[in-house]
């Protein structure tokens, strides 16, 4: 850090400084850092760190790029005048960032995230048991690159381009063509629904009467998350009852039966108080390895679709009771803000904050989301429409072209921004 700020890179200390900051907030906003474990919280906020550094990190590459283009031209022409950004950043600088974010992105994407999901979420029982479910279950993902990459070499084979830099490109071809797609159908259905989303929260009537709808369907997701839950930890609760304390697939029984919710099987359930002698023989006739590490990855899968399902229960009917007060405080002639699911303010809070929630979600905030939709609709035009444009040249009809031949970043740098959130947050909605 101190070498980069020596190199009079200070906007892309602060950048960093800033994101590593919101990377953080989100991660705790989405998560739980006191409750998570911190080795799952290192590496997501590594991963989202260096997803959001792409982002803001394009228009300083953009403008700096400019630059020195200005001032090559200024070499065969003195009369010419560059302005160095304020943002501007040293190619070797950025030629190190970028070498930093390109591969450690790479070696999360494709190596260590899912290695470490599949890890996790391994119904196995041992450490040597969890690798080799790891290993085969990654194996399927890696096959089927490894048929793409054999048609690629086929291709340039047959073509008698075969060199050292082909092979790279097959493996940088390769290695971005899921990135790519995925950017593609998130960029395209986020030019329509990052507006379209603005606009319907800014009807606070048409949006309680839509988080309705998604309540019923929610709900019955919501009990039959729970009724697969029940089902899987009552077989657990049926072992617990058949096999005794010295048993040998005891501790494995045991150790699922910790998984399952509290209440679903008690402290008795699991028989610790069980000091009957046990024949070595009865209980290959009652369970298997097999059938205990089905019945785990069936717990696993229904703790994790219960406990999701319920996180968007919850989020959703805070929605709806806060809706349900905007609709029934509209009117209001106090203006005072009165939340039927949060505690009252106290202090010097209970006169000032009820009455800024007033003015904010009933008034404020219908006209702030109408004005975001409007320049979001005009922003999601002009994608389209440079995207359609980009290779006409003469004359240039992308806006995205006109606005770096005319004013460099400046006026580019909030359209990027806008574009790359239309993926990040339809991300965000699809995982």
Known sequence: CLRIFAMSVGPLVVECVVIFAVTVFLVHRYGNLRKQHAFTSVFVIITWFLSFMIVFLLPIDISATLYRRCLGRRVANNSHVCKEPWSYVSDGSLRIVWDIIYWSTQLLTWIILPFLQSYVTAARFTIRGKILAMLKENAIVYGSLALLVGALFIYVIAAGKLSGASLNGIAVTASNTWGLIVLVILLGYGLVDIPRSAWHRSQANYSLNYSYFKVAKLRVDLEDAKATLDEVCGEVKSLLQKIRYNDPFYKYVDTIAKKCPHGVISQSDRRLDDFEDFDDGNSQDIVSMSKLISVHRRVIRAVRDTNRTQAQWEILMERVLDYEDIQAQAHSSDHHFKSSFRSSSTGICKLYVPVLEWWWKVRLRPIFLSLVTIVCVLISVVS?????????????????????????VDGQAFVLTEVSACVYLQDTSVT
């Not at 995207?387 to 460099?408: W, Y």
């Open 384 to 408: 389209v429409w440079s995207e359609v444009t980009f290779f006409n040249t003469s004359p240039v009809l992308s806006v995205f072209a006109q606005l770096v031949k005319g004013t460099g």
